[in-house]
Nanobody, 117 residues
Framework: QVQLVESGGGLVQPGGSLRLSCTTS????????MAWYRQAPGKQRELVAQ???????NNGDSVSGRFTIFRGNAKNTIFLQMDALEREDTADYYC???????????WGQGTEVTVSS
């Protein structure tokens, strides 16, 4: 059974940083693509950043230069480093993974990030 578990969300002031973690029941290399998505109240879920099995990364335009997706030393964990956070980054953040490029997208349960002073 594929499981993705996010952690690391919380309340942070504008300009601050948070690091989200996603731990999987498989190794990160078992996934062709792993990604972070977010969904703000009243908005559609959007792609934040993704990383392929080969290590190629891609960020959404709204977070480019501020957020970084990377794999940890533990082979079953990926991270999202979020810097220079803005109020507009407030959302529920979800980890997603596909075993194959166009395969089923598995989701975690999400972790809440609130950027507020």
């Amino acid at each position: 059974q594929v499981q993705l578990v996010e952690s690391g969300g919380g309340l942070v002031q504008p300009g601050g940083s948070l690091r989200l973690s996603c731990t999987t029941s498989y190794t990160a290399n078992d996934f062709a693509i792993m990604a972070w998505y977010r969904q703000a109240p009243g908005k559609q879920r959007e792609l934040v950043a993704q990383i392929t099995r080969e290590g190629a990364t891609n960020n959404g335009d709204s977070v480019s230069g501020r957020f970084t997706i990377f794999r940890g030393n533990a082979k079953n964990t990926i991270f999202l480093q979020m810097d220079a956070l803005e109020r507009e980054d407030t959302a529920d953040y979800y980890c997603g993974g596909r075993m194959t490029t166009y395969g089923i997208l598995f989701w975690g349960q999400g972790t809440e990030v609130t950027v507020s002073s």
